[in-house]
């Protein structure tokens, strides 16, 4: 069985960084095709993919945040890390991440962790 | 970024209907389209991915086409546990962001 779960803070202050960590078992990132990414959803909004790593440490972010996220993995620990630097009110949400496989869509999803931000 | 305009954005239909769901891209993304369903509270779930491959686990009833600009995620009768709240997402270009559309929600009449 997959399970992937998310861990951090719940509340950041704006301009702080905020780090979230992803905890999977299951599967191993080590294994080729296969990478873990994070997906965003501020209340009642849709879903924004935020970034990807996979089994090579190949990364990809989204262009409109890419200057503030970072993404790393440790395989033998089982986690990847995002972090975002100079957070927002407006990244207010819930901060999901998720196991892809080449070619497939985003499966399974961690259950979600939210994130306020507030002064 | 590449936009993914999906239609309708809010659909009220009832037991045993027949759904379908577009989303449409800016630009050609082959079949490199997922469709997620999300329930309330809940995390996304993965339907179906390359636009037409149904992702094991999830019921016959479900069936994606399309190629391209246009897609369509289709519920052949539709089942009082399908009422949620639909997405798609093109997995064509990392350059231009693995964009979700705005989502369709599908409540009961």
């Known amino acids: 069985q997959i399970t992937l779960k998310e861990s951090g803070p719940t509340l950041v202050k704006p301009t702080q960084t905020l780090t979230l960590t992803c905890t999977f078992s299951?599967?191993?990132?080590?294994?080729?095709?296969?990478?873990v990414g994070w997906i965003r959803q501020p209340p009642g909004k849709p879903l924004e993919w935020l970034a990807l790593i996979y089994w090579d440490d190949d990364k990809r972010y989204s262009p409109s945040l890419n200057s503030r996220l970072t993404i790393t993995k440790d395989t033998s620990k089982n986690q990847v890390v995002l972090t975002m630097t100079n957070m927002d009110p407006v990244d207010t949400g819930t901060y999901y991440c998720?196991?892809?496989?080449?070619?497939?869509?985003?499966?399974?999803w961690g259950q979600g962790t939210l994130v306020t931000v507030s002064s | 970024d590449i936009q993914l305009t999906q239609s309708p954005s809010f659909l009220s239909a009832s037991v045993g209907d027949r759904v379908t769901i577009t989303c449409r891209a800016s630009?050609?993304?082959?079949?490199?389209l997922a469709w997620y369903q999300q329930k309330p509270g809940k995390a996304p779930n993965l339907l179906i991915y390359g636009a037409s491959t149904l992702q094991s686990g999830v019921p016959s009833r479900f069936s994606g086409s399309g190629s391209g600009t246009e897609f369509t995620l289709t519920i052949s009768s539709l089942q009082p546990e399908d009422f949620a709240t639909y997405y798609c997402q093109q997995l064509n270009s990392y350059l231009r962001g693995l964009t979700f559309g705005g989502g369709t929600k599908v409540e009961i009449k």
């Open positions: 998720a196991r892809r496989v080449v070619f497939k869509g985003f499966d399974p």
């Open positions: 630009q050609d993304i082959s079949t490199y």
């Open positions: 299951g599967f191993s990132l080590s294994t080729s095709g296969v990478g």
